[in-house]
């Protein structure tokens, strides 16, 4: 269970490259960093792991052929309808042909016909020029946890700005919207990539008697900034490594330094 909470391989990922694949005629890149691009995601297996290039390549990628599919359709309605969504079976039924109400790939922008393979081709050219821009580094260089961040905020310090630095728990996660170790994308504007939402809790319960289990959550034991609990739990979360659960005659045996007992108030009589 611990094994599948921490699987970041992107099912949605496989399927769309798949159709990206049977694309006719085949994409073709115009630039040399958009062909080394496709070559890598082609050989991908749709892991979103946090050290490797692909995830950042494949969502840019995404988010700019989105827009060249659908803007020129919805006009007005593109920043809602597409900017601010995946989009995922969507744009998976377009590249498949599945969808037959127009020609979605068309820009209707232009004089000449485009294909999906035309418009996959230079959203990825456009995708790559604009991921070189923001980081100054090559397309091997790239890696997904340098924009796929979490931020866990604490209220309300977070608020200012001066204190935010010391009181935030950021850090580079793998996963995405579609992987079980969830990383859902933000979709904002300044940050497109950054995560929205992840796994507030994570449990292995061992049913048996005795048996105990282990879990994590992605800030630590304390809220008080500065408790040296305050975020004890966040590089642990974010490696999925889950910490032994302890009943009270283990903890004891243990030696812990605290242990917390909430006694009930006995009920007193109204005067």
């Not at 094994?3 to 949605?12: M, T």
């Not at 994308?185 to 809790?201: G, Q």
């Not at 005795?210 to 966040?234: C, E, I, K, R, V």
Request: negative net charge.
């Amino acid at each position: 269970m611990q094994k599948i909470q921490a699987d970041v391989v992107s099912l949605a990922a496989r399927e769309q490259l798949a159709a990206m694949r049977a694309l006719q005629p085949p994409l073709a890149p115009q630039t040399a960093a958009g062909q080394l691009a496709l070559a890598r995601l082609l050989a991908w297996d749709g892991a979103m792991r946090a050290d490797a290039p692909e995830p950042l390549l494949w969502h840019a990628w995404l988010r700019r052929l989105r827009l060249r599919i659908f803007a020129d359709d919805l006009g007005d309605l593109a920043d809602e309808m597409v900017a601010a969504n995946e989009r995922t079976l969507a744009t998976l039924n377009v590249l498949r042909g599945a969808t037959h109400a127009r020609d979605w790939c068309d820009d209707r922008t232009t004089e000449r016909i485009e294909t999906c393979s035309d418009m996959a081709a230079t959203a990825l050219d456009e995708a790559v020029t604009e991921l070189a821009q923001q980081s100054g580094r090559d397309v091997s260089g790239l890696r997904w946890g340098d924009a796929h961040q979490v931020r866990n905020e604490h209220r309300p310090l977070s608020n200012v700005a001066l204190l935010r630095p010391w009181v935030e728990l950021a850090g580079a996660v793998p996963g995405d919207t579609f992987t079980i170790n969830v990383g859902q994308l933000s979709l904002a504007k300044d940050a497109p990539y950054a995560t929205r939402h992840a796994a507030s809790l994570r449990a292995v319960y061992d049913l048996a008697p005795g048996g105990g289990g282990a879990w994590n959550f992605p800030t630590g034991q304390d809220g008080h900034p500065l408790s040296d609990h305050y975020g004890d739990l966040f590089a642990a979360w974010r490696r999925v490594e889950l910490t032994p659960m302890q009943w009270q005659s283990q903890a004891q045996e243990s030696h812990l330094g605290l242990l917390l007992q909430l006694v009930p108030k006995r009920a007193t009589s109204p005067p």
